[in-house]
């Protein structure tokens, strides 16, 4: 059973008169110090007042004295006092038990205990006719509902799963791409590529509308050299293609490279006879 997180001690404590006659006794505060931390001992076992290291074993004066970190003397005085005064009582078996438990125990925190395993016993029972029936909706109402929810919530959880699969594929796809084509090493992994790419797949592009942008840019910025001396190539990277300008490197028409003249080109351009040169 599940421990009591508090017990009751009153004001009026220190006016019971058993307590009145410890205070009396040689070692007064210590004994006192060992009943308050029986009652707090008996409230984290939960037990109606018993205090036992197992349901099994119950604690010997040595252990007490381990566990209250008290001289063994004092122990055995303060447990043969507490049976005098009728504050605590010995079983057959060795068990210790509080007596008039009730005094100190706190009501209201373990009927919410003894609620709550309730209820955890509870759905643990219908969990298993779940298992066992699960397309019995003869049961209960109830539990064919609850049935129907856990289906759903594990049906959304799978496609919620799959779908961030297909992204990271999609990721991984137009990276591998871009790679490809620009002879680069962008990773797959990096946050700031997946957000621009996610973005743009969030507003209805495909995969193959990345190819198509990065196929025309490659087209026009590879090898390009600006007459400011500015590498065009430098922009083929995710954050330039795939950000707000998408939409119109996607739309725009693929430039042709220029081809290069030949040599007998230009001399013919300019009127020179190369069998003269």
């Known amino acids: 059973m599940s421990e009591i997180k508090w017990i009751k001690i009153t004001t009026g404590m220190f006016e019971d008169e058993k307590i009145k006659m410890i205070e009396s006794m040689p070692e007064a505060d210590m004994i006192l110090v060992i009943w308050v931390k029986l009652l707090t001992l008996a409230g984290r076992k939960n037990m109606n007042g018993y205090i036992f290291l ?5 604690y010997t ?13 004092t122990i055995r005085l303060a447990l043969e006092t507490f049976k005098n005064f009728s504050m605590i009582e010995f079983g057959d078996n ?25 209820l955890r016993v509870q759905r ?4 298993q006719k779940q298992i066992s029936a699960p397309n019995d909706c003869n049961v209960t109402e109830t539990l064919c509902n609850d049935t129907d929810k856990n289906r759903e919530e594990k049906n959304r959880l799978e496609r919620d799963k799959n779908r961030e699969e297909k992204k990271k594929e999609n990721i991984h796809a137009v990276i591998q791409y871009l790679n490809t ?25 495909t995969l193959d509308d990345f190819k198509k942008v990065i196929d025309n840019k490659v087209t026009e910025w590879k090898g390009r050299i600006t007459r400011d001396g500015q590498n065009m ?19 725009q028409k693929p430039k042709t490279p220029k081809k290069l003249k030949t040599i007998n080109e230009y001399a013919k351009e300019f009127d020179f006879d190369m069998n003269e040169v």
């Open 94 to 118: 060795g068990f210790i038990k509080i007596a008039n438990w009730e005094k100190h125990q706190n009501v209201g925190a373990l009927e919410k205990i003894r609620e709550n395993n309730r």
């Open 124 to 127: 643990f029972r219908e969990n």
């Open 61 to 73: 004066d040595e252990m007490l004295s381990t566990l209250f970190n008290r001289p063994l003397n």
């Open 181 to 205: 084509k620009t002879e680069k090493s962008f990773k797959a992994t990096t946050k700031a590529h997946h957000k621009h790419i996610n973005a743009r797949f969030k507003e209805g592009y």
């Open 54 to 58: 197992t349901e099994n074993i119950p």
């Open 233 to 251: 190539e430098n922009y083929l990277r995710p954050q330039t293609l795939f950000g707000t300008k998408f939409e119109s490197y996607l739309n």
